[in-house]
């Protein structure tokens, strides 16, 4: 819970406060009797004792207000808490048992959904008869559905989780674990819920009073005042102004309430982002553009930080590595190394929490131009991306857009880099070169009619579609089957091949494809490169304790995951002052924890973040 | 297509039969007698010879069985039995009336469409930025104003003292269409100042989820302009839960047209409904539940064909 939003609630809170408080205390308040009648009086405009007038009896408007938020507010309050008491005990039962006891409880529940809301109150009002009483019984009825699916849903998810799961193993009873244990656990978005359905309450009452269908006059109440001054407009138009004024007040508080109360208890649904593609924000300092770079691709000190309430926090620490033509590079590392953000920073697809804080990614393109692609204005970068860099992601099956052809979406790419003619033609040579079975076809059929494997070689097809001179691969074959993971790679050594100088950077935390496909290796450890050299010399001799034991950990077979290193890494706000795979480290010594140790370059392309690298042989 | 249409077709078939039964068995089930209930009044028990007239007229007498059976078979016949009041066939007024409403609702929701979709996109695109919050606030307070406030103060201000506009009332299509369109406009812009308002957040929102999708990161990495994103590959994607809501929100709409007709005294079929309310004339609370409850159903029909034309997905599923 941030502080920020807590005092959100507190303009909203204190004004529907106000609003209760009035309206409880009514009969103490020096008002006039609201259903004391003064015909000679009617219609009378605000004076020192009516200040807001008289209405078409002759009574006191401010009193008839006031009273009518108790009555309105009483219905609304006790509506909601009868439906939540009752909707929630059916969802929470519903959700807990599952089975049968949820046919009978959400499911018939959820029967009263289908009707419109008003229709289904009207309905009531026909087989009990107008007035208070049945008004707070259909309401009821109208939003107890609405707690059982909220209800529901949280039991869902919350029978399963380890304090419910651990009261059942203890032995506790039922009812204990479902009001004790449970309750509490999914209480917020049932408070949520709870000021929804006072709002919406109070403004069917005043709806069905409106029609005379709710509260039965004299009784005052905002929608039969509405009704009664309906008739004398012409005459007095302000005591129509006044219960508007007070009904449509008082609900835009409580929506308000709502709102802030779900930003602070509820906030899953909260709306994050600020689509990125629409502007790159480039907080970097202007560097003069370099003349020369090595290689294809050189990254220098790249260093990306997420921005928290507590300060920046870097992600990404000193990246660097050179990629020459026709070179693949592999950087390998777990989840949370950082190597996937270094490949979307290359491409310019950071997510919109995270900026490069420093460094540069120097690109030479096909005509021998140098360009810094951190300090590029996003409409240059747009020309760059499919036509120098390319980039294949992790699952395909989320990569393309399941609404569009296959053939579609090939063609767009080229027509995005200046194909006009032949795009059809062009499309179905794409698909025969990354080995679609029967190219025409696929062109024409949607992503979801084609296999996982056959996405993803539709992915490289789009990526290689206008011969980039860098393609990042992150993690192309995770997602596939372990048969479709080994055809993968070896289209992609083909492609390489076909397409000479393109470089590729390929991300995995897979060592046993790195062999398979790399020229060079680069290791990321939370944030940082803590090796890099040749394939054949890091697998040979690792120079890195963490890079020994992602050998050690490597299975005859493929490995699915790395599991034999002991303990995780670190969280990027919790980074050891020292090492920092110090903490799970066997060689580890009092100097490795006392400091940092720099990346030492051991022979020209071998580099080590090791203080201990002599010893490892 | 043609395949997954009438499997659907099928399934709202069904379920009109399932709604069908309920409304007949709310009747017959819940306690009390229907005839006792008509005519007592105030809490005077009524007299008993008149019940039991009424009860043999209703055909209240006869076996559940058979009632459920010729009740059926009058639906099948497009038969919902006589009013009670004036013995008028009630699938006549309906038929009078409900064309009305639906002319309401749509013109409701097609207004809504117009202004909450666009707008919607707008805010999503520049989340955060000026227009979004103008926006959002202007949606917050749209939706906490009910919509009889809305009709009541639009005819105070517009009708009553600018005089812009007449304060409501009907004019046959047929009979001058200009007027009838005029005094169509008042009650469908009432409603659709909070539909929307509910169209324009749940698009906004929609927008913002695709926004982050893996494809849409993916169609930026393969170079595509911003406008090509937006078109291709956003819009049609966030169209789905849009369409859910307008669809739903339009069958609430059916019966939540009440309180707009009686304000603009427009004779749609919720004028008689609450006429019918108020006289506890229940076959014809029941015709018109049942009616609406149908049109609902027909409606998610419509809106799974919609799905299976917008996502391709769905026809194959």
Redesign the interface.
């Known amino acids: 819970m941030r502080p920020s939003s807590i005092r959100g609630l507190a303009g909203p809170g204190a004004l529907v406060l106000l609003v209760a408080l009035v309206a409880v205390a009514a009969p103490i308040l020096p008002l006039f009797d609201p259903v004391r009648q003064d015909v000679a009086n009617r219609l009378a405009g605000p004076s020192a004792l009516h200040w807001l007038g008289q209405d078409e009896y002759g009574r006191d408007v401010l009193s008839r207000i006031i009273w009518g938020a108790r009555v309105s507010l009483t219905v609304a309050v006790v509506a909601a808490a009868l439906a939540a008491v009752v909707g929630t005990l059916l969802g929470v039962l519903g959700g807990y048992f599952r089975g049968l006891v949820e046919l009978f409880t959400v499911r018939v529940a959820e ?1 009263v959904l ?7 109150a ?2 009531v ?3 009990l ?1 107008p007035g208070a009483t049945t008004l707070v019984f259909s309401l009821a009825i109208l939003f107890a559905p609405g707690f059982a699916r909220v209800a529901y849903a949280e039991t869902l998810s919350a029978r399963a989780l380890d304090y419910v799961t651990a009261q059942q193993a203890l032995g506790a009873r039922t009812p204990r674990i479902l009001f004790v244990t449970l309750l509490p656990n999914i209480a917020p978005p049932l408070i949520v819920q709870f000021s929804l359905t006072v ?1 919406s309450a109070m ?1 069917l009452e ?2 069905l009073s ?4 709710g509260v039965v006059p004299p009784s005052p109440s905002w ?1 039969l005042m ?1 009704r009664g001054a ?1 008739a004398s ?2 005459l007095a ?1 302000l005591l ?2 006044w219960p ?1 004024l007070a ?2 007040g008082t ?2 508080v ?3 309430l709502c ?1 802030r109360l779900r930003d602070v208890l509820d906030p899953r649904g909260k ?8 502007g790159r924000l480039i907080a970097l300092p202007p560097a003069p553009e370099p003349r020369q770079a090595p290689g294809l691709l050189s990254v220098q000190g790249l260093t990306l930080a997420v921005q928290s309430a507590h300060g920046p926090i870097e992600v990404v620490r000193d990246v660097g590595f050179t990629l020459a033509a026709g070179e693949t590079l592999a950087i390998v590392g777990e989840s949370g190394s950082g190597k996937t953000l270094t490949g979307l920073a290359v ?1 310019g ?1 950071l997510p919109a929490a995270v900026t490069p804080v420093a460094g540069s990614i120097l690109l030479t393109g096909r005509e021998g131009r140098v360009r810094d692609l951190l300090r590029l204005p996003e409409r240059e970068m ?6 120098e860099l ?2 294949i ?1 992790q ?1 395909p099956s ?7 052809r296959i053939g579609s ?1 090939l063609g ?2 080229l027509r ?2 200046g194909v006009r003619d032949g795009v059809r033609e062009r499309v179905v040579a794409l698909l025969r070169q990354v080995g679609l079975p029967d190219p025409e076809r696929a062109a024409e059929a ?1 992503p ?2 084609v296999s996982g494997g056959q996405r993803q070689r539709v ?1 490289i097809a ?2 290689i ?2 011969h980039p001179r860098l393609l990042i691969a992150d993690e192309p074959t995770t997602a596939l089957d372990v048969t479709v993971q080994a055809q993968i790679l070896a289209l992609l050594a083909e492609l390489k091949r076909a397409e000479g100088g393109m470089g590729m950077v390929f991300v995995t935390h897979n060592l046993a494809v790195v062999s398979d496909i790399a020229d060079r290796v680069l290791v990321m450890y939370a944030g940082e490169v803590v090796e890099e050299g040749r394939v054949e010399d890091v697998f040979a001799v690792p120079r890195h304790p963490y890079t020994a034991a992602l050998i050690a950990s490597m299975p005859e077979g493929d490995a699915e995951r790395l599991t034999a290193i002991p303990g995780t890494v670190p969280q990027p706000w919790a980074m050891p002052a020292g090492c920092r795979f110090a903490p799970r480290c066997e060689m580890a010594i009092d100097a490795c924890r006392a400091a940092a140790p720099p990346l030492a370059e051991l022979a020209a392309g071998r580099l080590s973040r090791c203080l201990r690298w002599k010893e490892m042989a | 297509m043609l395949a997954f249409a009438a499997r659907r077709l099928l399934v709202s078939l069904g379920l009109v039969w399932v709604v069908a039964s309920l409304v007949f068995l709310v009747i017959h089930l819940i306690p009390g007698d229907p005839a006792e209930l008509l005519l007592s009044q105030g809490g005077i028990a009524p007299d008993p010879a008149a019940v039991e007239e009424l009860r043999e007229r209703l055909g209240l007498n006869a076996p559940l069985w058979a009632q459920y059976l010729s009740y059926m078979g009058g639906l099948l016949r497009g038969d919902f039995g006589l009013s009670l009041q004036d013995e008028h066939p009630i699938a006549e007024e309906i038929a009078l009336r409900l064309p009305r409403t639906l002319e309401l609702v749509g013109m409701a929701g097609l207004l809504a469409t117009l202004f909450g979709v666009p707008l919607g996109i707008a805010a999503a695109l520049r989340a955060g930025g000026a227009l979004d919050r103008v926006l959002s606030a202007w949606a917050g307070f749209a939706l906490s104003v009910p919509v009889f406030v809305v009709g009541t103060l639009a005819v105070l201000l517009l009708a009553q003292q600018l005089k812009l506009v007449s304060a409501g009332g009907y004019v046959p299509l047929a009979r001058d269409p200009g007027r009838h369109l005029a005094l169509l406009m008042m009650p469908a812009t009432t409603i659709a100042v909070g539909l929307g308002a509910v169209v324009f957040r749940v698009m906004r929102s929609s927008v913002l989820e695709v926004l982050e999708r893996e494809h849409v990161r993916a169609a930026q990495a393969r170079g595509l302009a911003p406008g090509a994103i937006i078109r291709r590959h956003v819009l049609r994607n966030a169209l789905t839960p849009v369409v859910t809501v307008v669809a739903l929100h339009l069958g609430a709409l059916l019966g939540g047209t009440v309180l707009v007709e009686f304000v603009f005294n427009w004779p749609g079929l919720s004028g008689y409904l609450v006429r019918a309310v108020e006289a506890r004339d229940y076959p014809e609370v029941l015709g018109i539940v049942l009616v609406i409850s149908i049109i609902f159903v027909l409606l998610n029909f419509l809106v799974d064909l919609l799905y299976a034309v917008i996502d391709p997905r769905v026809r194959h599923g």
Not at chain 1, 210 to 213: C, K
Not at chain 1, 271 to 278: T, V
Not at chain 1, 382 to 387: D, P
């Open positions: 029967i289908c009707f419109p809301p008003l229709l289904l009207l309905l009002v026909t087989l008869g709002a403004v005043s709806g409106f029609l005379g269908l929608g509405i309906r407009m012409e138009p129509l102004f508007c009904l449509t609900v835009l409580l929506n308000l709102d709306a994050a982002g600020r689509p990125g593609f629409l491409m697809l747009r020309g760059l991306r499919g036509r390319a980039m992601f699952d989320s990569s393309l857009n399941p609404l569009l979406q767009e790419t995005a880099h949607y979801h009619e992915m789009a990526a579609a206008n």
